[in-house]
């Protein structure tokens, strides 16, 4: 049973900087390209980032490329997510997902973190 749980999340105004972390247990880490996702209030489910299984590849929304960086350490299991220059649009629930694919769409992940707020005042 893979696990997923991330953490990191918070207040923050506006051009400030998180960085959300996401530690996978269960299963092989390097077998999965990692995903992060974010969902605001009354939205879909929206595509932030993916890296893929030996964090060689990324791959970045348009809304947050430049912005947004994820990577990944595969000793220990864990993908990130550094949030610069956050905005008040980034408000959402941050959540990170493992897939034996390196896709974009929700569907193509087979497990699923908790989430995390991430709120940016302005």
């Known amino acids: 049973q893979v696990h997923l749980v991330e953490s990191g999340g918070g207040l923050v105004q506006a051009g400030g900087s998180l960085r959300l972390s996401c530690a996978l247990s269960?299963?092989?880490?390097?077998?999965?390209?990692m995903g992060w996702f974010r969902q605001a209030r009354a939205e879909e489910r929206e595509f932030v980032a993916v890296?893929?299984?030996?964090?060689?590849?990324?791959y970045y929304s348009s809304s947050v490329a430049g912005r947004f960086t994820i990577s990944r350490d595969n000793a220990k299991n864990t993908v990130y997510l550094q949030m610069d220059s956050l905005k008040p649009e980034d408000t959402a629930v941050y959540y990170c997902?493992?897939?034996?694919?390196?896709?974009?769409?929700?569907?193509?992940?087979?497990?699923w973190g908790q989430g995390t707020q991430v709120t940016v005042s302005s």
């Open positions: 997902a493992a897939s034996q694919m390196y896709r974009t769409q929700p569907t193509d992940y087979d497990y």
């Open positions: 890296i893929n299984r030996s964090g060689d590849n990324t």
């Open positions: 269960g299963r092989t880490f390097s077998g999965y390209a």
